[in-house]
């Protein structure tokens, strides 16, 4: 435990306006996610004189969870105190709309029967992108707009069609 009363590292923590603390017990009314009421809570008993070691005993937090709050604060305000959103795609190249963009110059030639060469997509979308990328990445872009791996049936270069003709009539026929 430290035993610094109102500071923590031997810095004196920031103190709040009583319009910033008017502000703060307001948006306790609001309809917020519980992590950021627990913020502006940890916020507020800094302002009546608790220790953040204390604060974090009182809330079940960690004294790390407490300090990064007070910053976050002090740095931001009440509006530094909103829980940053998860999940999406944090690591995309590119929009969904640029990547529909790009494929629609490809889908003229696919929806004409012709073969889709997926180095050819490859290539335009790096240079789209400004870097390399794997092959993996241009399949993962085919799948999320709906593309799927159609391949003709297979034929082989050297095949006669006259004598398959022949096969078929001469197996078909009846006795």
């Known amino acids: 435990m430290i035993a610094y009363g109102h500071l923590i590292r031997g810095e004196p923590m ?3 306006t009583k319009h910033q603390v008017g502000e703060l017990r307001r948006a306790l009314h609001w309809k917020l996610p519980v992590v950021q009421r627990e913020r502006i809570q940890m916020v507020l008993l800094r302002e009546k004189g608790l220790t953040q070691p204390a604060i974090a005993d009182a809330i079940g937090v960690s004294l ?3 300090n990064r709050a007070h910053m976050a604060y ?4 009440i509006k530094a105190l909103k829980p940053k959103p998860c999940g999406g795609r944090l690591r995309e190249n590119m929009t969904i709309e640029s990547e529909k963009a790009l494929l629609a110059r490809f889908a003229k030639a696919a929806g004409a029967g012709e073969m889709l060469n997926v180095q050819d997509l490859k290539m335009a979308y790096e240079q789209q992108i400004g870097h390399t990328t794997s092959n993996s990445t241009v399949y993962d872009l085919l799948a999320r707009h709906g593309w799927r791996k159609l391949m003709p049936r297979p034929f082989h270069p050297k095949q006669d069609v006259a004598a398959q003709d022949a096969f078929k009539k001469a197996i078909f026929r009846a006795p």
């Open 74 to 77: 002090d740095r931001g305000g």
């Open 14 to 16: 920031v103190k709040c």
């Open 64 to 66: 790390s969870t407490v």
